[in-house]
């Protein structure tokens, strides 16, 4: 196939540690991507897997010349992934899916058709997530539901990473050059007219999550810092309350001392103060240093990723 900027879809697909259904991904995805139009590519982006991904990967391009990979030189993360498949995506069109099949490929098509109903972005929203602990659907549930009282903007609820947008909103999208990447937040904030259609979510086939609690925990965190000071803010009124707490106990200790004449045993009070004090401290020093880092991160102004080898 001739590189051309005039390809109709393209399907952007991180891949980690996921050899066990290369095949099949492959072949649902060109599936799908088929019943929407001869003319598409699929990327898959290879994030420094540790198994026999990549290998596998070789051979589906060399099978179909509509089908590539980009193969990082090491694991940049799931959102550094999406990013460097969408920088390398000529379609009008640009769907991006998590490769470990949890989410339909099959649902590309109704997406696309809401696309050419003139919708700029399209969101795959679930309406329910099978295999899944119910400690981790009620995180994610609370995580969604904070950021939409801590943005200024709306977030759509209970949506991932697989979304299609135009190449008018791709365009908007790459010139947000940040490190640390929550590319769900970008988009909304973009504001361009967005649907969803209903599809209930997988459980995993083979393997474990490459999501464990950690990494949801700094995609939170990237979320929130990313497009919110309510964080800094919380710590200053934090301090405020602080500072009025202490006063009155000291109005209290006085008080006691000169008018109640009542002996004050001191060290538990004195310890109790140091270490809520402490806390709060510790607490907003956490805070001001989430947003520190970010500054640092971007300053360093080195590149998102490191591109090993690609067909692209």
């Not at 399907?11 to 259904?21: D, G, M, T, Y």
């Not at 003139?118 to 950021?147: D, H, I, N, P, Q």
Request: with cysteine; charged share 25%; aromatic share 12%.
């Amino acid at each position: 196939m001739e590189l051309t900027d005039n390809i109709k879809l393209t399907i952007v697909v991180p891949v980690f540690n996921e050899e066990q259904i290369i095949e099949e991904l492959v072949r649902r995805m060109v599936n799908a991507a088929t019943s929407v139009t001869p003319d598409y590519e699929i990327i898959f982006v290879n994030d420094g897997s540790r198994d026999r991904s990549l290998e596998k990967l070789k051979l589906a391009s060399q099978g179909n010349d509509r089908v590539h990979y980009v193969s990082f030189s090491r694991n940049f993360g799931h959102q550094i992934a999406i990013s460097a498949g969408m920088d390398k995506a000529r379609g009008e069109a640009i769907v991006t899916i998590d490769g470990d099949l949890q989410d339909p490929p099959e649902l590309i098509k109704e997406m696309y058709e809401q696309f050419l109903a003139g919708y700029k972005v399209v969101y795959a929203k679930r309406s329910k997530r099978k295999g899944e602990t119910f400690f981790k659907l009620f995180t994610a549930k609370m995580f969604y539901r904070l950021m939409a009282r801590l943005v200024s903007f709306e977030i759509p609820l209970d949506v991932g990473d697989f979304r299609l947008i135009g190449r008018d909103v791709l365009d908007y999208l790459k010139r947000m050059k940040e490190y640390d990447k929550y590319i769900r937040g970008q988009i909304a904030w973009l504001g361009f007219k967005s649907t969803y259609v209903m599809f209930e979510r997988d459980e995993r086939k083979f393997g474990t999550t490459n999501y464990p609690f950690k990494k949801m925990l700094r995609l939170a965190f990237n979320g929130i810092t990313a497009f919110s000071d309510s964080p800094l803010k919380m710590a200053t009124k934090l301090g405020f309350a602080v500072c009025i707490v202490s006063f009155l106990i000291l109005m209290y200790a006085l008080y006691s001392y000169f008018v109640g004449k009542t002996a004050i045993p001191g060290w538990a009070s004195t310890i109790i103060s140091i270490t809520f004090l402490g806390g709060v401290q510790l607490l907003s020093l956490g805070i001001i240093g989430e947003y520190i880092s970010r500054i640092i991160n971007n300053v360093r102004d080195r590149p998102l990723y490191v591109i090993d080898e690609t067909t692209l």
